[in-house]
């Protein structure tokens, strides 16, 4: 009867099953966030995801799992030097500096707090017996 167990085959097959489920997880936010944001003309309401008026926000929304950390990454890419500072902007609100060198203050709109709030619940469920 054998009593220990194979620490490298447990640590492999724990490894993958963190790769796999934490990538469900990404995919998982990133769609919720997609789908928060809607394509309208205007300016959405302060605490409301914002509106969508190229379709950019969208599809600049990505995951990727961290292999050295354990960890997944999910939010939108910047596209441009500037683009960093209106992303965060929209979520959590702050002063972002116009092309035409003016100052604007965005009040948060945010988009991807939320969606993995929603999708938090969901983690634990995937975990269940993920090792064999």
């Known amino acids: 009867m054998k009593m220990f167990f194979d620490r490298a085959k447990i640590k492999k097959k724990t490894d993958a099953a963190t790769r796999k489920y934490l990538s469900k997880f990404g995919a998982f936010v990133r769609q919720t966030s997609r789908r928060s944001i809607r394509s309208n003309k205007g300016t959405s309401k302060p605490g409301k995801p914002p509106f969508s008026h190229s379709g950019l926000l969208k599809k600049f929304i990505?995951?990727?799992?961290?292999?050295?950390?354990?960890?997944?990454?999910?939010?939108?890419?910047?596209?441009?030097?500037?683009?960093?500072?209106?992303?965060?902007?929209?979520?959590?609100g702050g002063t972002v500096r116009l092309s035409d060198g003016r100052n604007v203050e965005i009040q948060p709109r945010p988009f991807m707090g939320p969606a993995f709030v929603k999708e938090q619940g969901k983690l634990a469920s995937l975990w269940v017996n993920s090792i064999k």
């Open 62 to 92: 990505y995951f990727g799992y961290d292999p050295h950390r354990h960890s997944v990454v999910i939010g939108p890419v910047v596209v441009s030097g500037k683009s960093g500072e209106s992303l965060r902007a929209l979520e959590s």
